[in-house]
């Protein structure tokens, strides 16, 4: 166990200064993801030398920025005296894999996402998830999600939920070619906030919607056209969340392979439906 400004940790996390690690492309690269689970077909990334994997990480710091590339393993199991305790109303099927939150400072870093094996997989009740949580208070919000080789068969992704938040300043999320379910975008401001989605992003839209303060869409191709219908808390796939408080900050959407240079002007909602 990790301490960290008196805040428990189920695990170690690491900074690294090492070039990004090389992209990788599996076979049939073609193929488009389903909301199934079927993430093989996609581009993977190699987690860097000398990060080990962890799971249920929480870091917590009240005055300096959170900063790391984390490498989250659901089939790790950590002892339940070795993690932070729940919130209230909440359950150990709520606890979150990464949280990590800044009260002065940014979020930063690369998450890497390991495969479940099937074995684990199959003895579990309930669908689980990666569920991801980043607030910063007065700075910047920025993850880079990746997956990483399925190296078994029957081995799988977990659907990723993801939630990132910022107070004062913008919001920069990266995720996964593999990405396929709803995002939900929340503003301060329907006129001085901007949202921006990458052209990469806008080619995946399967549906989208804009209203007020609020932008929803899906990414993807949803297995089953039922999968659009009904609530958000049954979804089972993967699912993104973003809310800004600072009329002037920002949102920007991408993939995790996408050169963003040619990216930061242009490509808003407004643009993309005309308004």
Same mark, same amino acid.
């Given at each position: ?35 199934? +689970? ?64 800044? /009260? ?32 910063? /208070? ?15 068969? &029957? ?25 396929? &379910? ?37 990414? &993807? ?8 219908? +009904? ?35 242009? +490509? ?5 439906? &005309?308004?």
């Amino acid at each position: 166990m990790v301490i960290d400004k008196s805040v428990s940790v189920a695990a170690p996390s690491h900074l690294t200064d090492d070039a990004p690690p090389s992209y990788t492309m599996t076979a049939s690269s073609s193929s488009s993801p389903s909301a199934s +689970g079927d993430y093989t077909t996609m581009g993977t990334r190699q987690p860097p030398i000398g990060v080990e994997s962890a799971n249920f990480v929480q870091i917590i710091r009240t005055e300096d920025s959170v900063r790391g590339t984390w490498v989250i393993d659901p089939n790790l199991v950590i002892p339940a005296a070795f993690l932070p305790p729940l919130p209230a109303g909440l359950d150990s099927s709520q606890r979150m894999n990464l949280h990590l939150e800044s /009260k002065e400072g940014c979020v930063q870093g690369e998450v890497y996402i390991k495969p479940i094996s099937h074995e684990i997989r199959s003895t579990m009740k309930r669908t689980s998830k990666i569920l991801i949580y980043a607030m910063a /208070k007065e700075d910047k919000v920025e993850l880079r999600i990746h997956d990483t080789p399925i190296l078994h068969p &029957g081995d799988q992704r977990l659907p990723i939920h993801l939630k990132a938040k910022s107070k004062e300043d913008n919001v920069r999320i990266y995720l996964p070619r593999s990405f396929c &379910g709803p995002f939900h975008i929340s503003t301060k401001s329907s006129d001085r906030s901007t949202v921006v989605l990458s052209p990469a992003i806008r080619e995946r839209l399967c549906t989208m919607s804009q209203n007020l303060k609020i932008r929803q869409g899906f990414i &993807g191709r949803p297995g089953h056209p039922t999968q659009l219908e +009904g609530s958000l808390d049954n979804w089972d796939g993967d699912m993104l969340e973003i809310e800004i408080l600072d009329s002037w900050s920002d949102v920007k959407l991408y993939f995790d392979d996408e050169d963003t240079k040619g990216t930061q002007k242009g +490509g808003t909602l407004r643009k993309l439906f &005309g308004l």
